[in-house]
């Protein structure tokens, strides 16, 4: 997000684009074995995805860099085997979409990162492995599994 909007109000989706500040690409992990244990509980399952290193992000590249439209493909490899593949246009709701519905209840600020659902091909990682996710032109995100968290 560039600009400040939203708090309580939607965002007009004409409007939207002028809050956006760029765009990146990310991979919002989960801890399955803690959202499984909440579930359970019927407890709230935040601390599945808010652990350390839950998100890896790609760099941001401002608006006016690149060039995003409902054709950008969207692919997860893990060890170079695609697990997810997709474009942009196959999200239930579009980016503008995204950003109007959210800032019905947050208040959207300067250097917030919102991060979307996810393709079919969800799948656990193990240590050790590498995975890639593209966007398009964006530059890739890349990480390496380093440890098992799921004895923690």
């Known amino acids: 997000i560039g600009k400040e909007g939203g708090g309580y109000k939607p965002l007009p989706l004409d409007d939207v684009e002028s809050h956006i500040f760029g765009y990146a690409i990310g991979c919002d992990l989960t801890r399955r074995d803690l959202q499984s244990e909440a579930k359970k509980l019927s407890r709230p399952w935040a601390v ?16 006016d860099q690149v060039s995003i439209t409902g054709a950008t493909p969207l692919s997860l490899k893990v060890g170079g085997k695609t ?70």
């Open 48 to 63: 599945a995805k808010g652990f350390d290193f839950s998100a890896p992000c790609g760099p941001v590249v401002p608006k």
């Open 83 to 152: 697990r997810q593949e997709t474009t942009i246009e196959k999200m239930i709701w579009s980016i503008p979409e995204t950003i109007s519905y959210l800032s019905k209840y947050f208040r959207l600020m300067p250097g917030d990162l919102i991060m979307t659902g996810t393709p079919a091909g969800v799948g656990a990682l193990e240590v050790d492995d590498e995975v890639t996710i593209a966007c398009g032109e964006l530059p890739p995100c890349k990480f390496t599994v380093k440890s098992s968290l799921s004895s923690a």
